[in-house]
């Protein structure tokens, strides 16, 4: 079961191969002192939460788990190649049915215009990715089976 960094820096991989010309980082810590010092733009991968469904099993915890992403693509230039609404379209076709480790092919929920500011086009594309978180258990705790009793029946 990959942890949620694993499936992050997977991500960042991801995008480095399938997008070489442009920067792909963390989302900042501080996006208010974050500076785009890349000629054309970059990626920000960013954590945006897990949405949990119940568990499937009886016996112990096994729950579906839907791992939010968002990549903010900030770019120079809004139109035309390199343009800001192409690399949106380069970031969704990097990773619509790109399987991220021990999950289901992601999935595109959604993409959006989030502003312009000092010349620097800033879009978001989230996508979901399907995986299932199990508890921890420890091993060898239960009771072990000591004794077996057949039983026969005449159905």
């Known amino acids: 079961m990959a942890t949620t960094m694993e499936i992050i820096n997977a991500t960042e991989l991801r995008l480095r191969a399938k997008l070489p ?7 900042p810590e501080k996006p208010g002192d974050y500076r785009l010092n890349h000629p054309k733009g970059a990626l920000l991968i960013s954590y945006a939460g897990s949405r ?13 788990r839907a791992l939010r ?4 693509v900030m770019m120079r ?3 035309g190649r390199n343009g800001a609404v192409e690399a ?7 990773l619509l049915g790109w399987r991220p480790p021990d999950c289901r092919k992601a999935q595109i ?4 215009y989030l ?25 060898n ?11 026969e029946s005449d159905t």
Request: aromatic share 10%.
């Open 21 to 27: 010309g442009l920067a792909v980082e963390y989302f």
């Open 52 to 64: 949990y469904d119940e568990t499937k099993d009886i016996s112990y915890v096994a729950q579906p």
């Open 69 to 72: 992403l968002a990549i903010t």
């Open 77 to 79: 230039q809004l139109h």
């Open 88 to 94: 949106v379209d380069l970031v969704r076709r990097a």
């Open 109 to 112: 929920t959604t993409d959006k």
């Open 115 to 139: 502003g312009e500011t000092a010349g620097i086009w800033q879009y978001a594309v989230d996508f979901t990715a399907q995986s299932m978180v199990v508890e921890d258990t420890e091993v």
């Open 141 to 151: 705790t239960e009771e072990p089976l000591t004794q077996v009793t057949y039983e």
